[in-house]
């Protein structure tokens, strides 16, 4: 089946530790994107990727950093410096150029603070 | 309707009855806008889309209304069912960047 995958499901975080959060899919999408869901508030981008090899900050990436070293895959990873990281995150993709650009959603990961 | 801030509007229907919930977006450049179902714990659905030069569009149960006049989106579910009940928010886009809604909570009561 196509999808996007989001692992782990629950991923708990120590003081001054860094987190990697991932996002895989097999839906050959070029486009892939990281936002974070706080309760009560709409989705807030962290980073979006156009292309392999090339991302974006959005509008709250401080205290985040990603890859895409493959079209596949968009790790997220939550470093010590977000100072405030419990929240969901969910991962994205879409294809581009067609006009017909819907974001399919990864079933999330809830990140907490220990 | 959507708003921003911390308190999500709340709808609340009886099984059967029919469903609105409304979307105000901002950006009257906006090409294409998407409505999405969350349920607790997972990830947005896509339920239904619509694109700028259309005033109305039919799904299964569903019919999402564009009113570009005042920058209004709404999405009807008829025979609303507990199914039904999830966060709904509104999407709307823009040369690939999504903008979204604080999103509604519908409870479906039976």
């Known amino acids: 089946d196509g999808g996007i995958t989001q692992s782990p499901k629950y991923l708990f975080r120590k003081e001054g530790q860094n987190v990697t959060l991932s996002c895989e899919q097999n839906l050959n999408h070029d486009a892939m994107y990281w936002y974070r869901q706080d309760p009560g508030q709409g989705l807030r981008l962290i980073y979006y990727s156009q292309i392999v090899n090339d991302f974006q900050k959005g509008d709250i990436a401080e205290g985040y950093s990603v890859s895409r070293e493959k079209k596949e895959s968009f790790p997220l990873t939550v470093t010590s410096a977000q100072k405030n990281p419990t929240a969901f995150y969910l991962c994205?993709?879409?294809?581009?150029?067609?006009?017909?650009?819907?974001?399919?959603f990864g079933s999330g990961t809830q990140l907490s603070v220990l | 309707g959507e708003s921003v801030g911390l308190h999500l509007p709340t709808l609340s229907v009886q099984e059967g009855d029919n469903s609105i919930i409304n979307c105000a977006y901002s950006n009257s450049a906006s090409d294409y806008f998407i409505w999405y179902k969350q349920e607790s714990g997972k990830g947005p659905q896509f339920i239904i889309d619509i694109r700028s030069n259309m005033d109305k569009r039919q799904g299964q149960r569903v019919t999402v209304l564009l009113n570009k006049t005042v920058k209004h989106l709404s999405l009807q579910i008829a025979a609303t069912q507990p199914g039904d009940s999830a966060v709904y928010f509104c999407a709307e886009v823009t040369a690939n960047q999504f903008y979204f809604g604080t999103g509604t909570s519908l409870t479906v009561i039976p």
């Open positions: 994205a993709s879409t294809v581009t150029g067609t006009g017909d650009e819907k974001l399919f």
